[in-house]
Structure formats: C-alpha cells, structure tokens
C-alpha cells in the first residue's frame, strides 16, 4: 500500500466529488482521473491538479437536523476531523485491481476505520493484517 499523496485532475475531479452523497464505509467514493506526468489521464488537461489531502469528509446537517449527519459529502475547500476518503493506494483483495483506501474516524480520538473502494467490487473490508501507517503529513 501506499500512503503517499495521490494526485488527480483539479479540473475533472471537482465534478465527480459534488456528485458523491452518502455515508463513508457504506458508500464507494467516486473514483477519479489521475494527474500523471503533468496531465489529466482522462481529459489530458494539464493544468492544476488536486491532491488526495485536499479532499475531506463533510458531515452535512440539514435545517431540521436532530444531530446525527443526513448524510456526508466530499469536499475540498474545508478542513475536517473525519480522515481521510483517499487516504492511501492499495490493491483489492478480491479481484486483486488497483483501488482507493478510505479513512473515516475521529482526529480527536485517533480512532479510526478503513475500507477499500474497488471500481469493481465496490466497498471491501481491509484485510487484517494490513499496515497502515502513513508516509504523509497529517
């Protein structure tokens, strides 16, 4: 795995992250165009690109809120305590393709859980014995 920042097209990914609405663990995030070799892999732009950090979870809390989020978004123009949605690269224990590991948790409380979005197989449980210590800033 690793856990070094990802880079994506800061011009295709805004889009596909304001279309994501859910919950993390339960919900696959979108998976986005990566920024390689100073261009867009899917549009071939060139220019600004988004890093993985830059992106967060945002508990979103409607007018009629009881406390409990109505539902989570992906957002990059905040800082939030909630980890990380594309926290760090992996493989997919099931069909063994390139995928996206998730962090959702608690910053506070240094709690954290962890799944693997797979383009194919969706939401996957991290295996057990998978290290997840990180190589970047927090």
């Known amino acids: 795995m690793t856990t070094n920042f990802i880079t994506f097209c800061g011009s295709c990914s805004p889009r596909l992250l304001g ?10 995030i979108p998976e986005l165009p990566r920024f390689e070799r100073g261009s ?4 071939g732009g060139s220019g600004t690109p988004l890093v993985s950090a830059d992106i967060q979870w945002l ?3 409607g007018q009629y809120n009881t406390g409990l989020p109505d539902y989570w978004l992906l957002v990059t123009d905040q800082v939030t305590v909630w980890g990380s ?3 760090a690269e992996g493989t997919c224990p099931k069909c063994h393709q390139p995928a996206v590991i998730s962090q959702h948790g608690d910053n506070r409380s240094g709690r954290f859980e962890y799944k693997i ?18 190589t970047r800033e927090s």
């Open 117 to 134: 979005n797979c383009a194919g197989c969706g939401l996957v449980r991290l295996p057990p014995d998978t290290s997840l210590e990180r």
């Open 40 to 43: 867009c892999s899917s549009c």
């Open 85 to 87: 949605p594309y926290f």
């Open 59 to 61: 508990n979103y809390h």
């Open 19 to 28: 279309s994501w609405k859910g919950w993390p663990l339960r919900d696959p």
